[in-house]
Nanobody, 121 residues
Framework: QVQLVESGGNLVQPGGSLRLSCVAS????????MGWFRQVPGKQRELVAI????????KYGKNVNGRFTISTDNTENTVFLQMNSLKPEDTAIYYC??????????????WGRGTQVTVSS
């Protein structure tokens, strides 16, 4: 059974950092493109970062490039999102995703339940 379990969301002040984790089970992350998306109420879910199955290519959403870093630990079957220089507009629920399309940024069909990130003073 495919499962994606996110953790690491929290309340943080502007300029702060957080590290999100996504533990995958039921499949091997090296066989799929893996990504992070985020969503705020009333808006569409948007791409934050995606890494290819070969882990040779990475793409970031236009609003996070240079501040966020996606990485993996293949031995732990885990995907991470390091978020630095956080801004209030980064406030959202962050979701882990399996199988997205790298070129288009379209998500795949497997999602975690999400983890809340709130950036506020």
């Amino acid at each position: 059974q495919v499962q994606l379990v996110e953790s690491g969301g929290n309340l943080v002040q502007p300029g702060g950092s957080l590290r999100l984790s996504c533990v995958a089970s039921g499949f091997n992350i090296i066989n799929y493109n893996m990504g992070w998306f985020r969503q705020v109420p009333g808006k569409q879910r948007e791409l934050v970062a995606i890494i290819t199955s070969s882990q040779t290519m990475i793409k970031y959403g236009k609003n996070v490039n240079g501040r966020f870093t996606i990485s993996t630990d293949n031995t732990e079957n885990t995907v991470f999102l390091q978020m630095n220089s956080l801004k209030p507009e980064d406030t959202a629920i962050y979701y882990c995703n399996r199988g997205g399309e790298f070129t288009s940024g379209r998500p795949g069909d497997s999602w975690g339940r999400g983890t809340q990130v709130t950036v506020s003073s």
